[in-house]
T-cell receptor, first 112, second 117 residues
Framework: GESVGLHLPTLSVQEGDNSIINCAYS??????FIWYKQESGKGPQFIID?????DKRQGQRVTVLLNKTVKHLSLQIAATQPGDSAVYFC???????????FGSGTKLNVKP | DSGVTQTPKHLITATGQRVTLRCSPR?????VYWYQQSLDQGLQFLIQ???????AKGNILERFSAQQFPDLHSELNLSSLELGDSALYFC????????????????FGEGSRLTVL
């Protein structure tokens, strides 16, 4: 699902499958991007980040891909688990600015 | 635990009232950011402080104000409250800051849930 507009798109996956969450960012001058996970009633938690001089970065079970040509960011979660159920936000930091702009989020539902 | 502490966790008040939300950043973090999150919405940037000074401003209403104190804790003041101000208010601090420019990710507190009746 892609985060656009004011609605909260939902992605439903089966436990054990891979998940791909997409994000279209707004500013071609953004130089730093982060994916956050927000569980119900909690604050956003850092998952993984990537700088604009990279196009791929891998963490534990997560991979972030950056396509600057089309201003697109994706988060891949391998072997999705029930504990991955949450809302996922991408955030971009505009170069030379202090502000992080967040996308509207994608809700991930993991079915057991 | 992110190390960012926000109080109160929940607050219920009436329209027209004024409230103050408090944030203690991670030890050593000089920057504090405030965000507003309405129901099923994204995070809207309000304002950023660095070492006591305002550094960046977002979509913050004139009825809202903030400050950062010498001990680096921050307060967000919301006045003349309206029903639409009901939201989660998050504070975040940055891991690495050089001269006021953020060079790393934000660490968020658990938020203060404000309900205006």
């Amino acid at each position: 699902g892609e985060s656009v507009g004011l609605h909260l798109p939902t992605l439903s996956v089966q436990e054990g499958d891979n998940s791909i969450i997409n994000c279209a960012y707004s500013n071609s001058a953004s130089d730093y991007f982060i994916w956050y996970k927000q569980e119900s009633g909690k604050g956003p938690q850092f998952i993984i980040d990537i700088r604009s001089n990279m196009d791929k970065r891998q963490g534990q079970r997560v991979t972030v891909l950056l396509n600057k040509t089309v201003k697109h960011l994706s988060l891949q979660i391998a072997a999705t688990q029930p504990g991955d159920s949450a809302v996922y936000f991408c955030a971009e930091k505009w170069n030379n600015f202090n502000k992080f702009y967040f996308g509207s989020g994608t809700k991930l539902n993991v079915k057991p | 635990d992110s190390g960012v502490t926000q109080t109160p966790k929940h607050l219920i008040t009436a329209t027209g009232q004024r409230v103050t939300l408090r944030c203690s950043p991670r030890s050593g973090d000089l920057s504090v950011y405030w965000y507003q999150q309405s129901l099923d919405q994204g995070l809207q940037f309000l304002i950023q402080y660095y070492n006591g000074e305002e550094r960046a401003k977002g979509n913050i209403l004139e009825r809202f104000s903030a400050q950062q104190f010498p001990d680096l804790h921050s307060e967000l003041n919301l006045s003349s409250l309206e029903l639409g101000d009901s939201a989660l208010y998050f504070c975040a601090s940055s891991v690495r800051t050089s001269g006021g420019a953020n060079t790393g990710e934000l660490f968020f507190g658990e938020g203060s849930r404000l309900t205006v009746l």
